[in-house]
């Protein structure tokens, strides 16, 4: 059976209420190793998301069309994740080309979207909760923004951190895992208003 | 059985498309056009296809730039001045720049690649580089781990370096690499013989050079050289010397040695060559004969591991300690040390506390 969610409802669930990162807590690695500065997180983010959408649709797309009618299901996980690390090489190569200076600050995480188990994540909940093509691309491009939100949040948590009075034992990663504590947990407060299965 | 099969067959086809994919959008998105490289204010101009780097472009057009890493961004010694075209200064590359290198443009070649046209300045020296092609005339084994390895230049037939200089070694495609890469190797012999020169090159566990070096090349074989490189040589004055050499690190030292003997520069000097035990000395005789032409010259050859059937009674441990033992005041010497990183490090610390000033500290890393 079809999830009964219209497509709006599921792209504003998996930004806000049900945020992949900080509800699910899938893609933390990138979250928080490239949180440091605003405008190279939200370059991640915009990466993230695009990797997301396109893959949610061509992964369901892989799903539906390929491996549901071969009886092949039991092969998705191959499946999705060869499809998104050929995806995140083509990004590789339009931000190459088109923003060097991105491609340069990313440097080695870019090909780490591949192994963002968000973007893994993502592709495997559209399959267990049974969404159509729409909410499948709603979902996927939500849930890309939603990790913007968060990793663009963080980052400026963090640049206003470099300012602050933080104890030498929790400088760096110790303070930044408590702030995506904190925000994970003023998250919580919207997740009974939208279930997403 | 026939899910299996159809489950590779579909997953190939899924991978086969999308390798087609890739390959398509490869050739849309890396090519760059021709991009023009000028030198030195238009001395050099060439076109050239745009997203190579700019250390293998410079190559492929008869450039030499030193390097000693074959282009990893780890040696730090490919650097040239761009005034123009390179983008902005990549993280590789800072660490090996200082303040006043960052400012004027520096960069390290190997890192640029080349997007548009793009103008730099390198120094005039450095057109003297040329690739020679030579032939290996003797491969002899020196110690269990490290050969010679003798060549004779064909084109150009002559080479001018100064001793202590080192030249780039090009190891072809073969079983241990998809591709031709370049290592850094010193010249060992004597600068007034022209026209052939002599390697040291010690086997390293699963290097792609010395693996190629001990278990493929035959005399005979044809190789291709760049050089010469590098600012460790001599430098003219009257100042007591002190060589350190560790293991192929013997190399530049000897073809100093040989300068000295040949040019009759007799200045004191000593010179100290570490390795493990007896079996790794190397160049015994040679240096017996540079002690007879240079009366000033000390030989003390130091043992770290000296085995029982060496019979060894000279200098035991590491060979900064038996410097250690013997200098009391540096402040009127000069050093040469070439070998591993390690010893280098240690010695330039060592010499550095007793007296002997940086500058007069000269070095090759074989690192
Ligand atoms: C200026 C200069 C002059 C040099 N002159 C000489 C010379 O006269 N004779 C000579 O033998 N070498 C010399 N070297 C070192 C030489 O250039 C190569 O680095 C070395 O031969 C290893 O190359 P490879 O391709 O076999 O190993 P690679 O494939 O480069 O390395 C394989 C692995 O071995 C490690 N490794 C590399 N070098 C060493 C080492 N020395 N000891 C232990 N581990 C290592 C690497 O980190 C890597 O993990 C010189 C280097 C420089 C910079
Ligand atoms: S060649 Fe070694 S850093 Fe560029």
Redesign the interface.
């Known amino acids: 059976m079809e999830s009964s969610l219209s497509a709006p409802i599921i792209f504003f669930a998996s930004i806000f209420t049900n945020n992949i990162l900080l509800a699910n807590f899938l893609g933390m690695c990138s979250f928080l190793a490239i949180s440091r500065e605003l405008p190279s997180a939200v370059g991640l983010g915009l990466a993230v998301t695009f990797v997301m959408t396109c893959t949610t649709a061509l992964n369901y797309l892989?799903y539906h069309y390929?491996?549901v009618p071969?009886?092949?299901v039991h092969?998705r996980f191959?499946?999705f994740i060869?499809?998104i690390a050929?995806f995140v090489?083509?990004v590789e190569?339009?931000i190459?080309?088109y923003s060097?200076?991105l491609y340069?600050v990313l440097?080695v995480f870019l090909p780490l979207i591949t192994v963002n188990c968000a973007i893994l994540g993502v592709c495997l909940f559209m399959v267990i909760r049974k969404y159509n093509f729409v909410q499948s691309v709603a979902y996927g491009f939500g849930g890309g923004l939603g990790w913007m939100l968060a990793i663009a949040a963080l980052a400026g948590i963090r640049e206003k951190l470099k300012k602050a009075p933080i104890p030498k034992a929790l400088e760096g990663p110790g303070i930044s895992l408590i702030v995506a504590g904190l925000m994970a947990l003023s998250f919580m407060a919207f997740s009974g208003m939208i279930q997403m299965g | 059985m026939m899910?299996l099969l159809?489950?590779l067959l579909?997953?190939s086809g899924?991978?086969a498309l999308?390798?087609l994919?890739?390959e398509a959008?490869?050739t849309v998105?890396?090519d760059y056009g021709p991009c023009q490289v000028s030198i030195n204010e238009g001395a050099k101009e060439f076109t050239v296809k745009g997203g190579g780097r700019l250390l293998s472009t410079l190559m492929d057009h008869g450039l030499f730039i030193p390097s000693a890493c074959g282009g990893r961004g780890s040696c730090g010694l490919c650097k040239v001045k761009v005034l123009e075209g390179a983008?902005?200064i990549?993280?590789t590359e800072t660490p090996y720049m200082s303040e006043e290198e960052l400012r004027n443009g520096i960069r390290l070649s190997c890192q640029v690649r080349i997007?548009r046209n793009i103008r730099i300045e390198i120094p005039e020296a450095f057109f003297l580089i040329k690739e020679y092609r030579t032939q290996v005339i003797s491969l002899k084994p020196l110690t269990p781990f490290i050969k010679e390895v003798h060549l004779k230049l064909l084109e150009p037939s002559e080479i001018v370096f100064k001793p202590g200089q080192f030249i780039q070694f090009q190891v072809p495609e073969y079983p241990g690499s998809s591709e031709p890469v370049y290592r850094a190797y010193s010249i060992a012999s004597p600068a007034r013989l022209k026209t052939e020169i002599k390697l040291v090159i010690t086997r390293v566990e699963r290097g792609i050079a010395t693996t190629y070096v001990h278990n493929f090349l035959k005399e005979g074989d044809e190789v291709l050289i760049n050089g010469p490189y590098g600012d460790f040589y001599l430098r003219h004055s009257d100042r007591y010397m002190i060589m350190i050499g560790t293991g192929s690190g013997l190399a530049p030292l000897m073809s100093i040695l040989y300068q000295m003997a040949d040019e009759h520069i007799d200045r004191p000097c000593t010179l100290y060559f570490g390795v493990k035990s007896r079996k790794d000395l190397f160049y015994q005789d040679e240096i017996q004969e540079l002690l007879q032409k240079l009366p000033r010259l000390r030989y003390v050859p130091v043992l770290s591991d000296p085995l029982p059937e060496d019979h060894w009674d000279g200098e035991t441990g590491y060979v900064t300690d038996a410097v250690a033992r013997d200098v009391t005041d540096g402040s009127q010497m000069e050093a040469y040390l070439c070998g591993n990183p390690l010893m280098i490090n240690a010695a330039v610390k060592l010499l550095t506390a007793k007296g002997v000033t940086e500058d007069r500290i000269f070095f090759d890393k074989f690192g």
């Open positions: 892989v390929l491996l071969f009886h092949l092969f191959i499946a060869i499809v050929a090489q083509l190569m339009v190459d080309r060097p200076r340069v440097g | 899910t159809l489950g579909a997953l899924l991978c999308l390798a994919l890739l959008a490869n998105f890396a983008g902005p990549l993280p997007r």
